[in-house]
């Protein structure tokens, strides 16, 4: 027993020793974060719409060759990206052009269709990291006729008077082109030294459409007057800084030329007088501007100012005594 019992001691002693050297269990590694998934692509909510050429009724115009601006927005998330903006006719892709979206999402672009005929114009935009594909409604787009004349009649008779009337030119507005609307053509070339027809072509058809081509007031600050153009061989009635009603006219041929400076209207004579001249408006001694029963495009008449029978009325109520007149070339 006293053999054995240093043994025992020197076991126990050795105890600890061999505990300590027994591995503890480690802590488990924490999870791998999820994946973060990726950003669905905004919806593109494309439209579009057309600002060029002429608007009635909810519906736009133009001329063939003319040139049609178009706006349009998506979502902004696609600003750098391009659109593709189209034009069709007859199911079939006319034409197409890209824009390049800017920061706020907005695009424009421009069409010029070859022929009349009706049209659409719709925007596309292919599918991207941001912004999902998509296409916007279909816009329509009426293009007429570049060209009219006696005997002409719809839309592109329609807008033609529109215009004329919006920038002061003596016209009906029936939508027929009659011998009226051929007066208001012949005045509108006389202003725009153009060759003295009654017939409107393309140009004349494209500067009505941009708004161009009124007459400029010689005398923009004379209030309500009257001016008679004797190189161009036009009357303006002129009122609020602009004109107010362009005629025809034709005034002194040259062996009997219209007395020329500035008057005011003394005397009117309503009806027909001995000499056919129709409601006359009385200037200076016998000079006067009236109807009358011929009313070529060059200056033929005995010194008066003549404008033809259907406008004499009108001038006449319009003008009133003490008005002025400025006659000048």
């Known amino acids: ?50 600002i060029g050429g002429l608007h009635e009724k909810g519906r736009a115009y133009s001329i063939p060759r003319e040139r049609v601006a178009i706006k349009g927005h998506i ?27 800017g920061n706020k999402g907005r695009f424009h672009a421009a069409l010029r269709p070859r022929w009349s005929g009706g049209y659409r114009v719709r925007a596309i935009h292919k599918a991207s990291e941001k912004v999902k594909g998509g296409q916007s409604e279909r816009k329509p787009l009426m293009v007429v006729k570049g060209h009219a004349g006696r005997g002409s009649g719809g839309a592109r008779v329609r807008l033609l008077q529109r215009q004329l009337a919006k920038i002061g030119y003596a016209v009906p507005k029936t939508g027929r082109y009659d011998d ?20 409107a072509n393309w140009t004349i058809f494209r500067m009505l459409f941009r708004g161009k081509g009124a007459f400029k007031l010689k005398y923009p600050s004379a209030g309500k007057h009257v001016e008679a153009d004797l ?9 609020d800084g602009k004109p107010w009603r362009v005629y025809h006219m034709s005034s002194g041929k040259p062996s ?38 011929e ?31 400025f006659v000048y070339r």
């Not at 240093?6 to 802590?27: C, M």
């Not at 696609?78 to 052009?97: D, M, T």
């Not at 190189?231 to 009122?239: I, K």
């Open 1 to 50: 027993m006293r053999k054995l019992l240093p043994t025992i001691l020197l076991v126990l002693a050795a105890a600890p020793a061999a505990s300590a050297q027994v591995p503890t269990p480690t802590q488990p590694a924490p999870p791998a974060p999820p994946p973060q998934p990726t950003p669905e692509p905004a919806d593109p909510a494309l439209r579009v719409s057309i």
């Open 75 to 101: 979502n902004r998330a696609a600003a750098g990206e391009n659109v593709i903006v189209e034009l069709w006719r007859k199911g079939k892709r006319r034409q197409h052009v890209k824009a390049k979206v």
């Open 180 to 199: 009226a609307t051929g007066r208001a053509v012949l005045a509108f070339r006389k202003v725009n030294r153009m060759s003295r027809i009654q017939r």
């Open 231 to 239: 190189s161009r061989q036009v009357l303006v009635l002129a009122q």
């Open 256 to 293: 009997t030329p219209t007395v020329r400076g500035s008057f005011r209207f003394y005397r009117k004579g309503p009806g027909y007088n001995a000499k056919g001249m129709y409601y006359s408006n009385y200037f200076i001694r016998g000079y006067a501007i009236h109807g009358y029963h």
């Open 295 to 325: 009313v070529p495009t060059y200056n033929a008449s005995h010194g008066c100012l003549r404008v033809p029978i259907p406008n004499a009325i009108a001038i006449y109520n319009w003008i009133s005594l003490g008005d002025r007149i």
